[in-house]
Nanobody
Framework: QVQLVESGGDLVQPGGSLRLSCTAS????????MTWYRQTPGNQRHLVAT???????HYADSVKGRFNISRDNAKNMVYLQMNSLKPEDTAVYYC????????????????WGQGTQVTVSS
């Protein structure tokens, strides 16, 4: 049984930092692209950052220079370090595991976690 579990979401002030974590089980983790998406009410899930099995990374323009995605294949974990947070970063953040190239808009492919809420507000 495949399971992805996110953690680390919280309420943080603008300019602050958070580190999200996602633990995967039931898959050969090193073979999967690991991606963070985020979703606000009434909208689709949008790609935030991805790190492929080959180690390639891609970031949404809105988070470049502020967010960093990393993975630890030995621990089956992926992280999202978020710095200089802005109110517009407020969303539910989801972890996705998928073989091959991830999509810019989250779809039914791959495996999803349950999400973790990030709120940036003073």
């Amino acid at each position: 049984q495949v399971q992805l579990v996110e953690s680390g979401g919280d309420l943080v002030q603008p300019g602050g930092s958070l580190r999200l974590s996602c633990t995967a089980s039931g898959i050969i983790f090193s073979l999967y692209s690991m991606t963070w998406y985020r979703q606000t009410p009434g909208n689709q899930r949008h790609l935030v950052a991805t790190r492929t099995a080959e180690g390639r990374t891609h970031y949404a323009d809105s988070v470049k220079g502020r967010f960093n995605i990393s993975r630890d294949n030995a621990k089956n974990m992926v992280y999202l370090q978020m710095n200089s947070l802005k109110p517009e970063d407020t969303a539910v953040y989801y972890c996705n595991a998928r073989l091959g190239v991830p999509s810019s808009i989250g779809d039914e492919r791959g495996y999803w976690g349950q999400g973790t809420q990030v709120t940036v507000s003073s």
